[in-house]
């Protein structure tokens, strides 16, 4: 963990993946293709945009680096893939997952926004 990150989650040990603590994932998982990045990443994403809600500490190092707090809770990624955060007009963040191509540009994955609703 790099210590602005630990600095931000309060910690310098590596979380615990258990039952009591807060975790992203059951076991360490990592997304190696598009495909799977499809399939897995919007989940473990909202858990990790939910978490920042309650959570300032863990917002602030979402912010400051997603997919390095995303492997301090066991999720890799490829080094093809970079996420940014991005906070809205409404300063809600919203994260958005990029594939880097070889040509050097960069293709939209997917993005994730919480929005909260009420209903009656």
Known sequence: MSGALSRLTGSTAKPANSAGGFTLVRRPTTLQDIRRIEQHL??????????GWIDRNFAE????DPKGLLANYDVFLPDNISIEV???DAQRQRIVVYENRPNGNKHRVMYLQLVMMAGK
Do not use: C, D, K, N
């Not at 190092?61 to 400051?64: E, I, N």
């Open 42 to 51: 919007p989940e473990i994403l909202g858990r990790a945009l939910a978490r």
């Open 61 to 64: 190092a979402l912010l400051l």
């Open 86 to 88: 991005e906070t809205t």
